[in-house]
């Protein structure tokens, strides 16, 4: 019973960075409290600054988009709170905490429709799937940095 909670736990992680721009109009308190008030349990956390490699590798998916080269500009421009959220459900509930990609779609309340101004400058990143979550997690993390 122990055992197979843990298990279930681990699995239900997911992976945060409150973007520049949340940074600097200084959002991190804000955004952090909600999601503490949401559920989710911080199991890594830091400020940190992304280099164009960094950022290249963690967004390779989007780099044939017509956007890649100002999202990269974006995310390296200053720093972020990478951080790992656990709760049931984390990546599907986490992405509805946040809201739409574009704040003009986001529901009311979502941190998104609070904190960003544009599809460009959301506030907010989070994992789109579990394997994911774990990728993008050790990406900015060591296994002793993951509580
Ligand atoms: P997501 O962050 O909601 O998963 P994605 O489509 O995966 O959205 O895009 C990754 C990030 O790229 C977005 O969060 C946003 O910062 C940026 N982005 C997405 N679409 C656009 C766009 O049309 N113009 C500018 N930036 C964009
Ligand atoms: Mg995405």
Redesign the pocket.
């Known amino acids: 019973m122990h055992e197979n909670l843990n298990i279930k736990m681990a699995t239900n992680r997911t992976f945060t960075m409150l973007?520049p721009d949340a940074v600097e109009k200084g959002h991190i308190g804000a955004i952090l409290e909600k999601i503490n008030a949401s559920g989710f349990r911080i199991v890594a956390m830091k400020l940190t600054q992304m280099t164009r490699t960094d950022a290249e590798t963690f967004?390779a998916v989007?780099k044939e988009?017509p956007?890649f080269g100002?999202?990269v500009e974006?995310m390296t421009r200053g720093p972020i709170v990478a951080a790992i959220l656990e709760k049931d459900n984390a990546v599907e509930d986490f992405r509805t905490l946040i809201g739409?990609?574009n704040p003009a779609d986001a529901a009311e309340g979502t941190i998104r429709k609070l904190y960003a101004a544009s599809?460009?400058?959301?506030a907010v990143?989070?994992s789109?799937s579990d394997e994911n979550a774990a990728i993008e997690g050790d990406f900015h993390f060591s296994g002793r940095e993951q509580f």
């Open positions: 973007k967004y989007h988009r956007f100002e999202l974006y739409a990609t599809i460009g400058e959301n990143h989070g789109d």
